[in-house]
């Protein structure tokens, strides 16, 4: 369970990876391990800090989504 704050929780399960879009090397190589194992994942998208203006680095990146 994660809390995310005060009384609500979250339940993660599975396999989670999080990539940057230019890693494809990095993203295929996962691929094949876990095909490899069987195992099935979700991929989620990174975000590169060093392209990130100062105001979207104070609010966590959701100034992108509040506008």
């Known amino acids: 369970m994660v809390h995310l704050s005060g009384t609500t929780m979250v339940h993660l399960s599975g396999t989670f990876v999080i990539n940057m879009d230019r890693s494809t090397t990095r993203l295929q190589r996962f691929r094949e391990?876990?095909?490899?194992?069987?195992?099935?994942?979700?991929?989620?998208?990174?975000?590169?800090?060093?392209?990130?203006?100062d105001r979207n680095r104070l609010c966590g990146g959701a100034c992108r989504i509040l506008g």
């Open 33 to 53: 391990m876990m095909a490899k194992l069987q195992m099935p994942f979700e991929r989620f998208r990174a975000v590169d800090g060093s392209t990130m203006t």
